[in-house]
């Protein structure tokens, strides 16, 4: 199809992507589109242009899709963290059990898996357990911001404007975390733009207030706020740490990660307690969990006891089984599982989850987990534990290779996969289908207003 860069065309849009585009086809030839929905009809810009696809971007929505309502949030359109607010969240749910099943067809050639419908997230605003806002010194203005003269462009704290690495909205109200959180990241932003220190540079890499990271248990309301910066200076933030503890009570963790690397990544290489103690604590159903400013905890609480239900329905345990759990972050799975299981080997990469998995096990008073600290590709050839149950965890990226031939050489009866990446749960689960019947797949929303999905496979040995 012949166009050109920048060239406007209109288009219907008829399928979703993922990633969250829109898609519309004109004579074989594909259009991505973001912010558009299925039933729209649009004139859009050319962004980018490949042999075989075109990005574009929404300039006039000429006939909105009846599947379109207005998004609550006013940084809805322009703001990374949530990119569908705009579906209504029946829809969404529909369209994420629908990436699962495509990306099992597409990229892991597997067909005729049973999909379940995707179980929806109890609360839809105000599920996420932790929030991290960055700051930069460009602030990217809303329309209505731009050109007014009380704004100063070289601040902000908040989320990332997809497209762009360095600009930041300047974010005093995120729906996706509880009301009081927003207060908090408000008085933060106080604080930081009176306190003569720079904001960090997303470009220039100079600069001291980095990050702010808040968690928040909903089980004891307490919260932990995690500032970071790009050095010590404990003058400057002691006094941000008094003034959130004076200011509310039940902010019970308050710590500084130090982090020089030029990485946009929220962890220090080092963490000095400023108030209270350095961990929070939350709870997944009956079990206490202490959690680390650097350790992995589920996002959405009510959303991992839903995901940890179906784990433990589809692993079927009858309290002789000795359970692999791989990837096992703080131990919250192999905890769950502890009343129902013989023994459970949980393995995870990071020190400071090993460490929170080992107190949450004597915490709970539970005795049948054991922990090991290391990369799964390394550590799993040498331990000598002949599992029934394999479950499997993994980041994004998915298992490593050696992994998933490591996991076929040990060979249990059942494997429980359990992803946050439809596209890695496809090419994976492809390496293991000429082994393991792929049972069923129960796609689970933890992340509302986002395209991301989780899902559950279950695995039974051929
Ligand atoms: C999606 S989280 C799962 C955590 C846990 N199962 C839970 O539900 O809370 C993935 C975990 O894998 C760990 N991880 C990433 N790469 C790893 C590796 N190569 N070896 C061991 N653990 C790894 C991460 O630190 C993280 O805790």
Redesign the pocket.
């Known amino acids: 199809m012949k166009i050109k860069r920048s060239q406007e065309i209109e288009l219907e849009i008829t399928g979703m992507a993922f990633g969250g585009q829109g898609i519309a086809k004109v004579d074989g030839y594909t259009f991505f589109v973001d912010q558009a929905v299925p039933s729209d009809y649009i004139s859009a810009r050319i962004t980018r242009k490949k042999k075989n696809f075109a990005q574009a971007r929404i300039i006039n929505l000429l006939k909105p899709s009846p599947l379109r309502i207005e998004p609550p949030c006013v940084y809805a359109g322009f703001c990374g963290g949530c990119k569908w607010q705009f579906l209504k969240y029946e829809d969404q749910l529909i369209y994420k059990q629908q990436h699962v099943l495509e990306s099992l067809e597409h990229i892991g050639l597997i067909h005729g898996v049973k999909v379940h419908p995707a179980a929806g997230s109890e609360d839809i605003f105000g599920y996420r357990n932790k929030m991290e806002f960055s700051c930069s010194d460009k602030r990217w203005l809303l329309p209505d911001e731009m050109g007014s003269n009380d704004i100063d462009t070289g601040f902000a704290l908040g989320l990332h404007v997809p497209g762009t690495f360095h600009k930041v909205l300047d974010i005093s109200k995120c729906m996706l975390q509880p009301d009081q959180g927003n207060e908090i990241l408000n008085s933060v932003r106080t604080y930081m733009i009176n306190s003569g220190m720079p904001v960090y540079g997303l470009k220039t890499h100079e600069g001291f207030w980095r990050f702010l990271m808040l968690r928040h248990s909903k089980a004891f309301n307490q919260w932990m706020v995690n500032i970071i910066t790009s050095s010590e200076d404990r003058k400057i933030i002691q006094p941000l740490a008094d003034l959130l503890i004076e200011k509310y009570p039940n902010i019970v963790s308050i710590v500084n990660n130090i982090t020089a690397r030029k990485a946009g990544i929220a962890v220090g290489e080092y963490e000095i307690l400023l108030a209270g103690t350095p961990i929070l604590k939350d709870k997944i159903g009956s079990y206490e969990f202490e959690i680390s400013a650097n350790?992995?905890?589920?996002t959405n609480t009510k959303g991992?006891e839903k995901?940890?239900d179906i784990v433990e329905k589809y692993a079927d345990l009858s309290g002789n089984e000795k359970v692999l759990?791989?990837?096992?972050?703080?131990?919250?799975?192999a905890i769950c599982l502890s009343g129902k299981a013989k023994e459970i080997t949980?393995?995870?990469?990071?020190e400071s989850?090993i460490a929170d998995a080992q107190k949450n096990c004597q915490i709970n008073k539970i005795d049948n987990c054991h922990f090991i600290q290391?990369?799964?590709?390394d550590?799993l050839g040498n331990i000598n534990i002949v599992p029934d149950i394999v479950?499997i965890?993994?980041?994004?990226?998915g298992m490593?290779k050696d992994?998933v031939n490591q996991v076929l050489k040990i060979s249990p009866e059942k494997i429980i996969y359990?992803s946050?990446n439809p596209a890695t749960l496809a090419r994976d689960l492809a390496l293991i289908k000429d082994h393991y019947n792929i049972m069923e797949v129960q796609p689970v929303d933890m992340f509302p207003h986002t395209y991301h999905i989780e899902s559950v496979a279950r695995l039974e040995k051929k």
Request: net charge negative.
């Open positions: 350790s992995f905890f589920q991992a995901l940890y759990d791989l990837y096992c972050g703080t131990g919250t799975i949980g393995i995870e990469l990071a989850s290391g990369d799964i590709k550590c479950i965890d993994p980041p994004r990226v490593h992994v359990v946050c």
